[in-house]
Nanobody, 120 residues
C-alpha cells in the first residue's frame, strides 16, 4: 500500500505565503514524478505544477513566479511553496505522485487534499 499525506493548508491574507507538503509512505520502489492540483468550488480540478524525475518543473501561467514545486528524494516528499497569494488561489490542493510500488503496478496516487483560503 502507498499513501500520500498532505499538510500545510490554511487561511492566509492576500499577499501572504503558505508551504504545502506531501509525504509518501508504504511499499515504494520509485517516485517518478510529483504534481500538485487544485480544485475551486464549481471548477474542474486543474494541474498547478509538476516536477519530473530529472527535476524539470512546469507551472500554469497564473502561478508562474509565485509558486515553487520541489521534491525531497530521501524523504520521499514534495513541497509547494506559494508566495504572493491571491484570492483566486483559494481552492482545495491535492498532491499526486507517479509511483512504482514494490508490490503492484506503476500508477498515480493521490493525497486527501488540503484547503487553502486566501481572504482578508
Amino acid at each position: 500500500q502507498v499513501q500520500l499525506v498532505e499538510s500545510g493548508g490554511g487561511l492566509v491574507q492576500p499577499g501572504g505565503s503558505l508551504r504545502l507538503s506531501c509525504a509518501a509512505s508504504g511499499t515504494i520502489f520509485n517516485i517518478n514524478s510529483w504534481a500538485w492540483y487544485r480544485q475551486a468550488p464549481g471548477n474542474q480540478r486543474e494541474l498547478v505544477a509538476d516536477i519530473n524525475s530529472s527535476g524539470e518543473t512546469n507551472y500554469i501561467d497564473s502561478v508562474k513566479g509565485r509558486f515553487t514545486i520541489s521534491r525531497d528524494l530521501p524523504k520521499e516528499s514534495s513541497h509547494l511553496e506559494m508566495n504572493n497569494l491571491k484570492d483566486e488561489d483559494t481552492a482545495v490542493y491535492f498532491c499526486s505522485a507517479d509511483i512504482t510500488s514494490t508490490v503492484g503496478p506503476r500508477k498515480d496516487y493521490w493525497g486527501q487534499g488540503t484547503q487553502v483560503t486566501v481572504s482578508s
